[in-house]
């Protein structure tokens, strides 16, 4: 497991940008896939991006494809959701995830054993 520290989140406006970090800690991430959820009041939480840190792929939800960006700093050990053209219906906690071990289902949050404590995004109209 990894220790994992959210921050970024904070009121935007529609339309608006904000980037989200999250700081990882405790192991070297040379194996983990680290990943993005986020959950509104009364949904699911749900994906919104992964990236593995060998090799930085990325992988995205279809619908943030082209307005969120997930990118590493290796020499901080933390990875960025870059937000663009902010919506209100992205408002939600944003969640850091990370795991070793994850194959082919980095969607699925339950594949994820390392958690951050989550950070509010609101995007108001």
């Known amino acids: 497991q990894v220790q994992l520290v959210e921050s970024g989140g904070g009121l935007v406006q529609a339309g608006g940008s904000l980037r989200l970090s999250c700081a990882a800690s405790?192991?070297?991430?040379?194996?983990?896939?680290l990943a993005w959820f986020r959950q509104a009041p009364g949904k699911e939480r749900e994906f919104v991006a992964a990236?593995?840190?060998?090799?930085?792929?990325?992988y995205y939800a279809d619908s943030m494809k082209g307005r969120f960006t997930i990118f590493r700093d290796n020499a901080k050990n933390t990875v960025y959701l870059q937000m663009n053209s902010l919506r209100p219906e992205d408002t939600a906690v944003y969640y850091c995830?990370?795991?070793?071990?994850?194959?082919?289902?980095?969607?699925?949050?339950?594949?994820?054993?390392?958690w951050g404590q989550g950070t509010q995004v609101t995007v108001s109209s």
């Open positions: 995830a990370a795991d070793a071990r994850i194959r082919t289902r980095l969607t699925m949050q339950r594949e994820y054993d390392s």
């Open positions: 405790g192991r070297t991430l040379s194996t983990y896939v």
């Open positions: 990236l593995r840190w060998s090799g930085s792929m990325t």
